[in-house]
Each structure stands twice: as structure tokens, then as C-alpha cells.
């Protein structure tokens, strides 16, 4: 619900259980393994805390994937769910993205992202709902992606956590930051220096909690230090992106 809405230190939303019990029970028990993300190759090493991912056209165009996670990744990159997310920050959407969609972000034509195959050239907003994990972290605590903003062609971002029962792992919660002094001339470079950020908010790494953020020049997050772990950091990233940049460095 809109009410919900966190606005400290930049409007966001956390929804524990975000799906119903069941449902979330046959997409975690059907979650991919590394082999099916990545490479099926037990010679090569899998490298410490990287991120792999499986974008939604795969989820839904692959044989062998359960058919929950197939109308999971279908129904999270059509055009209902957009019409949601948008109602949801109807209050905060930032003032150059509404300009630069004529005011609203419904009423264009969506299509899924893809990362191997043509979209129609007339889709202007492409949605995805892909899985992604962070391998497991072989000797010392690193993070995979420190202080950052998301793409400037973003127009949200979206977490939903899939922790396995037995990781009893320590780190990869959900910072949240704010600036120290003004937006950086390069706020969106890969990861930005601890002197020039605030951590402001720390959102557990915990199962079936959802996180969701629309895109803006103070939406700064990354993920907290892992502890060596033989667990994988495991959720779908929800998100939807102009074909463009619509968002500059400048407040």
C-alpha cells in the first residue's frame, strides 16, 4: 500500500511474505541450481561472491523450468504489474521520468527484456524478472556491489529474497545510503567510494521479503559484507528500463 512507503533516506517499500506461503514454497523448492544459471562444468571454479543471473525470456522460454517460475517471470513483466508499481509510488516518481513518458508510465507498449533476441522496435518500456545469486564467498568477506545507483535508464528496481533455510550465513543485507555532501559529478559509476556515502538503513536478507525502489538520483543501495559461506545469496531482481536514459546527474 501506498501508506507503507518508507521515504527515509529515499522512498522505498518492504513487504515481508510477499507471496503467498505456498507459491513461494514451489518457487524456492524449484529454484535453479549454479549449473543451470551459469556453466555445468565441476572443474572450472565458480568464482567467490559474483553475480550470475537468468533473465525472465529464458525463465519462461525454457523447457525444463517448473511452471510456477514461468508465470511468476510472465506475470511480473506484463503490463498489469507496471499499472501496479506505478499506482504504488504514484507520489514519487521523478519529475524528468513523467516528463519523459508524456506523464505516465502506462499506456506505452511493454515488452519483456531480452538479452539475446530482438524486442519490437515500438516497445518503450522493457520489464524483467530475473533470477540472479551471488555464489558462495570462498575466504574473506566481500561485498558484490558496494554504495551505487541503479542504471540511468531505470525506472525501478525490485528485490524479492529466495534464503535458503540452511544458510546460516552472516552479511548480503540490503543497504541503504544517502550522500554526504552533493550528487557526485559520476553517481552512477559501478560503486561509489565509502567517504561519499552514509549508511542510513540495513533491510534483512531474508526470505520471501520484497524491497522495491523507483529510480532517482538519491536511490542509493548495495549489499552489506558476506562472511565466508558455502551458501549462495539467492533472489529475483524485478525491474523495468527505457530503452534510453532519461535520468541525469544532477538533482
Not at 2 to 25: E, Q
Request: a negative charge; proline letters at 10%.
Amino acid at each position: 500500500m501506498p501508506a507503507d512507503i518508507r521515504l527515509d533516506p529515499f522512498p522505498h517499500i518492504i513487504i515481508p511474505d510477499a507471496l503467498d506461503p505456498d507459491f513461494y514454497a514451489a518457487l524456492a523448492d524449484g529454484f535453479p541450481v549454479f549449473a543451470r544459471i551459469a556453466w555445468d562444468d565441476p572443474i572450472r571454479r565458480v568464482p567467490s561472491n559474483r553475480r550470475f543471473l537468468m533473465g525472465a525470456e529464458s525463465i519462461v522460454e525454457a523447457a525444463d523450468m517448473p511452471a510456477c517460475w514461468k508465470a511468476f517471470a510472465d506475470r511480473h513483466t506484463g503490463p498489469d504489474f507496471l499499472a501496479q508499481v506505478e499506482a504504488l509510488f504514484a507520489d514519487h516518481w521523478h519529475p524528468a521520468l513523467r516528463e519523459t513518458l508524456g506523464g505516465r508510465l502506462t499506456g506505452h507498449e511493454t515488452a519483456r527484456l531480452s538479452l539475446c533476441n530482438p524486442v519490437p522496435p515500438t516497445a518503450r518500456i522493457l520489464l524483467d524478472a530475473r533470477i540472479e545469486i551471488n555464489t558462495p564467498v570462498h575466504a574473506e568477506a566481500t561485498t558484490p556491489r558496494g554504495a551505487h545507483l541503479d542504471t540511468a535508464n531505470r525506472l525501478f528496481s525490485g528485490l524479492l529474497y529466495f534464503r535458503d533455510p540452511a544458510d546460516d550465513s552472516e552479511g548480503g543485507d540490503l543497504l541503504l545510503y544517502r550522500w554526504c555532501d552533493d550528487v557526485p559529478a559520476d553517481p552512477f559509476a559501478f560503486q561509489q567510494p565509502p567517504d561519499a556515502v552514509t549508511e542510513v538503513a540495513r533491510i534483512p536478507y531474508r526470505a520471501n521479503q520484497l524491497v522495491m525502489f523507483p529510480q532517482g538520483l538519491h536511490a542509493l543501495h548495495g549489499v552489506g559484507l558476506r562472511q565466508p559461506t558455502p551458501h549462495t545469496r539467492r533472489y529475483v531482481f524485478i525491474t523495468a528500463e527505457l530503452r534510453h536514459d532519461w535520468l541525469a546527474g544532477e538533482t
